[in-house]
């Protein structure tokens, strides 16, 4: 097909014929025909000499995460009889989230059946998908009369999750929120059995061990084990105006991140709800949650139902919402279960006072948890390749 400079060639073709026909001007005729033949061998060029190829893409990491930069490598191979002239690959960038742009790679002319390599980065600024494609392999002849394009390859999808800090989950009785659990702990009564020890003041006189004693010079009281943190519950509000701005809703989606990869790499039986009736859980919850973070937009949907879980040991539940007073965050709190523990992370207004921190920037997000956990500095988490 013609570009715009070829069009006006072929414009100029004819208005040079058809004024050197009123006035019988030779020379205009000369011109005319001199538009028309640079038009007519413009488009043999580029029909003759067009690339016949077929791409295909290798993206890693798989999964990128907010901040980190690709890479997309194309192999090709090009199926066309005779060798191809030089030509450009031309790939467009589409985000969820962001700025749209075009990937234009110049290739060398390729011989027949040849293979060839070339790729580009591809950064992420923010989460989102990326969509690539579709691929096409564009030449123009040397004047830029003509130009003609095939498709190369069709389209990708490339998901950019949300960035997550990689924060310690609580012990037993470090921090308040240690703390909490260890009484939680206490009241539910002693785990299984560990061993046996010498009594000291202050023991129980229903934990000695009668036997035991009887063949020692000393009492022995029996020793269990306390049921430590097995369960870890993110739950992420994402309905219309539940956090107040664009900002506290991506602050949101960030703790989320953070909370269940943090859980998973800690070996916490873990489990994300959110709206839309999301509910994951199982081996691949961290894989699936930054896939559903990637895209995941204020939505009127419902939750999935909270109620009361069944497991061993403690359970942790954390809503992540803008406000103690959020829908979310009461269903949470009115869900009697002596075994769980519920704490709220606020992305819009101070939350006050009990188990809960603040999530108004980032910062103060990790700021508070680790203070809350007992725990020192966290650090982002690798990107997963």
Not at 2 to 19: E, M, N, P, Y
Request: charged fraction near 20%; aromatic fraction near 4%.
């Amino acid at each position: 097909m013609l570009t715009r400079q070829g069009f006006v060639l072929l414009v100029a073709g004819v208005v040079a014929v058809a004024i050197g026909r009123v006035f019988g001007v030779i020379e205009l005729f000369v011109i005319g025909a001199g538009c028309f033949a640079a038009v007519v061998a413009a488009l043999a060029y580029v029909n003759l000499r067009r690339p016949r190829i077929e791409a295909t893409r290798w993206i890693h990491p798989a999964v990128l995460v907010a901040g980190d930069t690709g890479r997309v490598d194309l192999h090709l191979h090009h199926r066309g009889s005779i060798r191809s002239a030089a030509f450009v690959l031309c790939e467009s960038v589409r985000r969820t989230m962001g700025a749209d742009h075009a990937a234009r790679l110049p290739i060398d002319p390729m011989a027949r059946d040849q293979h060839s390599t070339t790729g580009y980065s591809l950064p992420s600024a923010v989460r989102g998908v990326i969509v690539l494609g579709p691929l096409e392999a564009e030449l123009r002849d040397p004047l830029g009369i003509a130009r003609t394009a095939g498709l190369a390859a069709g389209t990708d999808e490339v998901v950019v999750a949300p960035r997550a800090f990689a924060l310690d989950m609580p012990q037993l009785g470090q921090g308040a929120l240690g703390n909490a659990l260890l009484d939680k702990a206490r009241r539910l009564g002693p785990g299984e059995f560990h061993g046996l020890r010498e009594y000291v003041d202050g023991d129980e006189p229903r934990s000695i061990h009668w036997r035991a004693s009887a063949r020692s010079d000393a009492l022995m009281v029996k020793e269990y084990t306390i049921e430590g943190l097995h369960r870890c519950t993110v739950v992420f509000d994402a309905s219309p105006g539940a956090h107040g701005d664009a900002a506290a809703f991506e602050r949101g989606v960030t703790a989320a991140a953070s909370l269940v990869s943090s859980a998973v790499r800690s070996g916490l039986s873990t489990r994300f709800v959110t709206s839309g009736g999301i509910d994951l859980r199982g081996p691949e919850v961290g894989v699936h949650t930054s896939r559903v973070l990637a895209r995941i937009e204020p939505s009127a949907a419902p939750m999935a139902v909270l109620d009361r879980e069944t497991g061993d040991g403690l359970g942790l539940t954390v809503v992540i919402t803008g406000s103690p007073d959020g829908p979310a965050w009461r269903t949470a709190r009115s869900i009697v279960d002596p075994t769980v523990t519920a704490l709220l992370v606020a992305t819009h207004e101070a939350p006050g006072g009990g188990l809960s921190i603040s999530a108004r920037s980032d910062e103060e997000f990790v700021r508070s948890w680790q203070t809350l956990a007992g725990r020192g500095r966290v650090d982002l988490m690798e990107s997963a390749s």
